[in-house]
């Protein structure tokens, strides 16, 4: 039907409107003051006829201008506030008009948007469930700079967004608009129309709830959640990390008890790590991603925890019940790239927006996905303001960033001619650098006693230095040279390790140039690198031992514990995310289920130990928290022996003596000589570990004698391929 009506919609906007590149639909639908009254136009894709109702008075059927244009001409010297009676074939629904909104965004949204400062940015961006002008609805806002239309299309419109087009709000690249009705539940996408012309229907990237994969829309949602864990929250930032008793049990919360959800994880997860002692559990990504093969680290949904496990709030849920149970949560988080998909971040708008403009920049080489633009100030907003989401939304304790050395570098894993220096000519990502220090300042400031961890595997300067030293800012560092040099050692036949000997005392050159975390993780048990105790050599008996031994001389290695799950009781098989850990393994039914229990009980017993000893962990940045007795010295190789000192604080000491061989050995050792007796607090090879029970019992006393350059010194029995802790008696 062609239309003459006065008032219709003229011919431009009516085919920008037809054609989803309309910049400011609100300026054309809704109700306007003109000469004469009040126009009031509507656009209704497949609607019979449309009504402008305002109170009891007013009916006014609007004319009907074909393509699903309505408008009429209301003699009126205000705008009602009035409501639109829609009929379709076999129906009619009584509607508020979408297009007599104010915008859900203020000035200082946009400013603080446009400058890449809005550090809560998801309050401002995506979908929230509100009431607007006294009316409930869900605003959306999207920021699609090089989009030419946005419009919303979900459920509620039958996936066609032709009547949903959105406003864009200046010069922000945001997009705006309030949907009357909509709730809590409802999925939607945003139609994107490209500057080619063609469209895209993308999932929101700030859209805090997910369709279960494989599906891929976002779902509208808000958080009704009550906290209980106002105690953990208040005092965990009493003590500085780097300070503190830190050992963190590694998860893959979909593997770790394949098929249980967020809230059944809450019942088991807080109880067996409590139960074990540690004092962190690190889970692998829980951000939304596609293919679960990446175990999370190829991440569409920044803002949505996985809704494999379960609801937004599922998720608060779990993390409440592990800080009720004393255990603090860190979450693997992945702003180094994304995926390709094309419902996701990639070219969102039709062009580069979230991944650098320049091809090579983009592409990341190892894992086929794109590196985001970290020069961009709205892309570090988006990330910078992630951090600070998870921790304020989700009370989580700290963030472990993945990939660090892969951002850092613009020369990282490209060949000549890939990649191009930096201003200066150098290799490093200045763009990175800015973004990482950002990051860490705004994380600390906004959440006290959060801890961010950096996984970085070069030599970088500065990694754990505050920022305003020109550091990056973050609170601990994961210390992969420590771990692959004490992995390789352990992996050479006993009778060749003194020629590996400075594999293990390495570590100690740098220990003090970070703050460190030593991580024995996912990525060590994976992919053909055998799990921890399959790493030992020997029989099945020499590999526990060396593996208890190992954990062990870890623990008691100045630096922070981590261990992935399943190397607690000695899983032999590498992990594979399909089925988790093998529990089978300790079911009493199974014949060597002692064997692997027996692991598992020394690691509660380190643990417990560990944490009743601040020697262990006090000054674990301090060069005065430790002393070599044996192992720095060349001539030391030979027995495989390596003994050192903690010391707390006040200089109250713990021994650590490792017997590397499978010999059994009467040994002399140099010991401070103002302890007057020393005694056995920790013996890997103890008979309920699964060992042979070669023990020191009774209290052991220095003599005037003297080894390895101190005045007194103490004989012991090491047991063969074994770690004994011993404290002043």
Not at 28 to 54: D, E
Not at 419 to 433: F, I, K, S, Y
Request: proline residues 8%; glycine residues 10%.
């Amino acid at each position: 039907m062609t239309s003459k009506n006065p008032v219709s919609v003229a011919v431009g906007d009516r085919e920008r409107l037809l054609g989803a590149t309309h910049h400011d639909p609100h300026s054309v639908l809704g109700a306007h003051p003109v000469p004469g009254g009040i126009a009031v136009r509507a656009f209704r894709p497949y609607a019979r006829a449309v009504t402008a109702v305002a109170g009891r008075d007013l009916r006014a059927e609007l004319h009907d201008d074909g393509d699903g244009f309505f408008s009429a001409l209301l003699p009126l010297s205000e705008v009602p506030v009035y409501r639109l009676l829609v009929e379709y074939d076999g129906t009619a629904q009584e509607t508020e008009d979408a297009y007599r909104f104010l915008p859900t965004l203020g000035d200082l949204d946009l400013h603080l948007i446009g400058e890449g400062r809005h550090e809560r940015l998801w309050e401002a961006l995506g979908a929230h469930p509100t009431t607007h002008q006294g009316v409930p609805g869900t605003r959306f806002a999207v920021w699609a700079p090089n989009a030419r239309g946005v419009r919303v299309a979900g459920g509620f419109n039958f996936w066609d967004g032709t009547g949903a087009p959105m406003r864009s709000l200046g010069s922000s690249g945001i997009w705006e608009l309030f949907l009357p009705g909509i709730g809590e539940g409802e999925l939607y996408k945003f139609e994107i129309t490209r500057p080619d012309g063609s469209r895209t229907l993308r999932a929101d990237p700030m859209a805090r709830r997910t369709e279960v994969p494989p599906s891929t829309s976002s779902i509208v949602t808000g958080s009704w959640y009550g906290w209980d864990d106002a105690e953990w929250m208040a005092h965990r930032g009493d003590t500085p990390v780097h300070e503190a008793p830190f050992s963190v049990y590694e998860v893959h919360l979909p593997s770790w008890r394949p098929g249980l959800t967020y809230r059944q994880l809450a019942e088991e997860l807080p109880a067996y790590v409590g139960d074990l002692g540690f004092t962190h559990v690190e889970l692998m990504p829980v951000a939304e991603h596609p293919f679960g093969g990446s175990w999370g680290y190829q991440v569409t949904g920044f803002y949505a925890p996985t809704s494999r496990l379960g609801t937004p709030d599922d998720f608060r849920f779990l993390v409440d019940a592990l800080h009720r149970a004393g255990i603090g949560v860190i979450m693997d988080w992945v702003p180094a790239h994304f995926p390709r998909d094309d419902w996701a971040l990639a070219e969102f708008d039709g062009r580069p927006l979230y991944e650098h403009e320049d091809p090579l920049r983009a592409a990341h080489p190892d894992w086929g996905t794109l590196e985001f633009d970290f020069g961009r100030r709205e892309v570090r907003n988006f990330l910078v303001a992630n951090a600070v989401y998870w921790c304020e939304e989700f009370h989580i304790d700290g963030l472990r960033v993945d990939a660090v050395a892969s951002m850092l570098y613009l020369d990282y894993s490209r060949e000549p001619g890939q990649w191009t220096p930096n201003e200066h000519g150098g290799r490093e990502n200045l763009d990175a650098v800015a973004f990482l220090q950002e990051m860490n300042a705004t994380v600390y400031r906004h959440a006290p006693g959060v801890v961010t961890i950096a996984e970085e595997s070069t030599a970088w300067e500065g990694v754990t230095r505050p920022t305003d030293g020109g550091g990056l800012g973050f609170g601990l560092k994961w210390n992969m040279g420590w771990m692959h040099d004490s992995l390789e050692y352990m992996s050479h036949e006993p009778v060749h390790r003194k020629y590996h000997h400075h594999e293990m005392t390495f570590s100690m050159v740098y220990a003090y140039s970070e703050n460190y975390v030593l991580p024995i993780s996912h990525d060590e048990v994976v992919h053909g690198k055998r799990s921890l105790v399959s790493k030992m050599p020997g029989d099945w008996w020499q590999q526990r031992a060396n593996d208890r031994a190992y954990l062990a001389f870890m623990w008691a290695h100045p630096g922070k514990q981590l261990l992935f799950m399943g190397q607690e009781f000695a899983q032999g098989s590498e992990w594979s995310e399909a089925h988790g850990p093998d529990w089978w393994l300790l079911d009493p039914q199974y014949g060597a289920a002692a064997d692997h229990r027996g692991v598992r009980d020394l690691v509660r017993d380190l643990n417990a130990v560990y944490r009743a000893t601040p020697a262990l962990w006090q000054r674990d940045t301090a060069p005065a928290g430790f002393q070599w007795i044996v192992g720095s010295a060349a001539e030391d190789a030979d027995d495989n022996v390596f003994a050192f000192l903690r010391l707390d604080a006040e200089g109250t000491p713990l021994l650590s003596v490792s017997n590397l061989s499978p010999v059994v050995r009467d040994y002399r050792l140099g010991v401070p000589d103002e302890i007057p007796a020393w005694h056995e607090t920790l013996n890997t090879d103890l008979a309920r570990y699964g060992g042979s029970d070669v023990t020191n019992p009774d209290p052991v006393k220095p003599e005037p004698q003297g080894s390895h350059g101190r005045p007194a010194s103490i004989r012991l029995t090491l047991p063969p391929l074994a770690t004994v802790w011993l404290r002043p008696a």
